[in-house]
Nanobody
Framework: QVHLVESGGGLVQAGGSLRLSCAASARRFSGYTMGWFRQAPGKERKFVARTGWSAGSTYYADSVKGRFTISRENAEMKTYLQMNSLKPEDTAAYYC???????????????WGQGTQVTVSS
């Protein structure tokens, strides 16, 4: 079982930055993918970014490419999402997820955090 806890959400003005963190509590294991998804009210959960076990294996949704950066610390089982140049349309609950496949599909991830709210004002 993997327990994920996100932190770092909040209210920020358009153009600002936030850094989300996700810590996994479990016995140590390797080879997993860590991803970030977001869900706005009344909308489906959407892929934001993911990082594989190997350094450099990062992928982003087109909507955040060039503005968001995902990173991870394998030894600490943590992942981070640095969000710059935030826009009002980035407003959503952001979720951290862990899975065994390198995929953008939310239903392929096995473990989820409780989410952290990000609100970007115009």
């Amino acid at each position: 079982q993997v327990h994920l806890v996100e932190s770092g959400g909040g209210l920020v003005q358009a153009g600002g930055s936030l850094r989300l963190s996700c810590a996994a509590s479990a016995r140590r294991f390797s080879g997993y993918t860590m991803g970030w998804f977001r869900q706005a009210p009344g909308k489906e959960r959407k892929f934001v970014a993911r990082t594989g076990w190997s350094a450099g294996s990062t992928y982003y949704a087109d909507s955040v490419k060039g503005r968001f950066t995902i990173s991870r610390e394998n030894a600490e089982m943590k992942t981070y999402l640095q969000m710059n140049s935030l826009k009002p349309e980035d407003t959503a609950a952001y979720y951290c997820a862990v899975g065994w496949l390198a995929t953008d599909s939310a239903d392929q991830y096995d473990y989820w955090g409780q989410g952290t709210q990000v609100t970007v004002s115009s």
